[in-house]
Nanobody
Framework: QVQLVESGGGLVQPGGSLRLSCAAS????????MGWYRQAPGKQRDLVAQ???????IYADPVKGRFTISRDNAKNTVYLQMNSLKPEDTAVYYC???????????????WGQGTQVTVSS
């Protein structure tokens, strides 16, 4: 069993900051890639940022320069520092891990339950 648990969402005013965390636990052998996706009401789930085990990161254009993704491999944890937040950043943020678990034949994606981020005055 593998679990991804997010924390750190909430309500923040425009221009403010939040830091999301996601800890993976369970029968994990290796986590190759971790990332954050978001889904606003009525819209599809989109990639926000992603980071490899070696630290290579990519960002969606709307968040470049404002969000920073990082990870602690020893803790199987990924973080998303969100600065200069805008109302359009409002969404449910989901943690994703592409990993190899004990008992699995191949790597696969795992998802957290999501955490709400609301940017509003």
């Amino acid at each position: 069993q593998v679990q991804l648990v997010e924390s750190g969402g909430g309500l923040v005013q425009p221009g403010g900051s939040l830091r999301l965390s996601c800890a993976a636990s369970g029968s994990i052998i290796t986590i190759h890639r971790m990332g954050w996706y978001r889904q606003a009401p009525g819209k599809q789930r989109d990639l926000v940022a992603q980071i490899t085990r070696g630290g290579f990161a990519i960002y969606a254009d709307p968040v470049k320069g404002r969000f920073t993704i990082s990870r602690d491999n020893a803790k199987n944890t990924v973080y998303l520092q969100m600065n200069s937040l805008k109302p359009e950043d409002t969404a449910v943020y989901y943690c994703n891990g592409f990993l190899k678990a004990y008992g699995s034949v191949s790597n696969r994606d795992y998802w957290g339950q999501g955490t709400q981020v609301t940017v509003s005055s």
